[in-house]
């Protein structure tokens, strides 16, 4: 199972005021103090992050009425995944987490300075954010050098694909203890900052289009928001 833990993220303090929900110009305009916050929180957040990947390559036998046959026989339900993942030759399973010292030492300092330990944890979901982003970029480059193409990643919880189904799936395909993740009995993430996501390649299939505007939050995201 290949693992990925070569990453050097480079992050800024305008990712970590997104992250926080904020308007960068408008806290940078209004709000300085809150800047020089993020700021000292990122220099600390740098030393406090874990970047891992654990990730599953599979080939797409057929794709039918709300379900998608992998090589092997093994079958992953839910309609989003028919619906978008219709033209995809191979599917690419991806774990990603930052680790969990980052948000334990947030939870420490929550109740002494709430203002820097909710920066802190900003750090944490920006860096899982930007490790997102680096290993789609890694599979587009490998996909375009084949003249191939990367689709729009899946993650449990958008509409169609629940996280109480589309996540003991996942988890059932990646050995996640091997990069110090588990799922909890209500099929949340431990670290918190952990994703999962599916994605297709293959010469057919559509780039185009975001997660988020498939995601049952897409309505009232906070993040969404400030983009």
Known sequence: MPCLDHFILDLDVDQVLRAEAADPTVIRARQPDLVRVAAQALAEGHRLISPKVLYERKSVA???????????????????????????EEIVIVLA???GVIEARSRALFDADPVYALALDAVGVAALDALTAEVLQIFRTEAGAHDSKVGMPLS????????????PQLFGLLPAEEIGVKLTETHMM?????VTMIFGMGRSVDEEGIACDICVARDHCRYRKVG
Do not use: Y
Request: no cysteine; charged share 15%; hydrophobic share 35%.
């Open 62 to 88: 057929s794709v039918g009425h709300e379900w998608l046959e992998l090589q092997g026989g093994l079958k992953l339900r839910g309609g989003s995944l028919s619906n978008h993942l219709l033209h995809a």
């Open 190 to 194: 431990i670290p918190s900052k952990s």
């Open 97 to 99: 987490t930052v680790g």
């Open 156 to 167: 449990p919880g958008i509409d169609g694909w629940p996280v109480d189904m589309g996540q």
